[in-house]
């Protein structure tokens, strides 16, 4: 990989944005590179969860200026191509059976509150700041809408993609953005903290919950959704897995997927 350095331990990958030179913006060739790790790490059994973090001070500034000048000079036809590669991407990090884990480490902007937001949970440090600054620009946050306007809510969304106000850590805490915030001298123990947790549970479970949660999250409660979930945990019940997660904690030991 140019622009991901990748790691695995215990369970956890990692994958690290590794343009520090340009805090960590995205071009082509760095979308492309996440879409296709997540992809890999989201078919390898071993991988258990999935850390995405950033070297250098900042996490990731969004779009790269070089590509953005690039993309001024597109057609119509051009851009939609261009923008479908990073929507793709996206929706890779968000779709991946495997749970994923933003450890913000330093400022995110535009973009990079899209990757944020598609990680199932997120950890910054209290020095962090956020902005969605697309507008100032005369763009839109299009692409990474879905995941950001989920993670914060409406109300929130409201205020931040129309006025493109830069806002700390507590606020992306409060607003949902981001689930703790820490000093940067816990910020790896918190997100280590989270992982042993999730390395914990059934591999299969985890993924089943996964989709559980893109079901479910903001539907209706409607005849088939109660259906789907009734239908959900009779297969959990009656799979492998489940049956063994219950007999061993009726017979106190660890489950087999712990075992070895």
Known sequence: MKHLELGFADGVASVTLNRPEVRNAF??????ELGAVFLELGHRPEVRAVVLAANGPAFCAGADLRWMERMATFSRDENIDDASALARMLELVWRCPKPTVARVQGDTYAGGLGLVAACDMAVSVEGAGFCLSEVRI??????????????IGARAAHRYFLTAERFDAAEALRIGLVHEVVAPDQLDARVAHITRHLVQAGPEAVKACKQLLHDVVGREVTPALVQRTVEGIADSRAGAEGREGVRAFLD??????LQG
């Not at 106190?252 to 997927?257: N, Q």
Request: net charge positive; glycine share 8%; aromatic share 8%.
């Open 27 to 32: 071009n082509d060739e760095v979308i492309a």
């Open 138 to 151: 005369g763009l839109i946050p299009a692409t990474i809408s879905p995941y950001v306007v989920r993670a």
């Open 252 to 257: 106190k030991r660890k489950p087999g997927w």
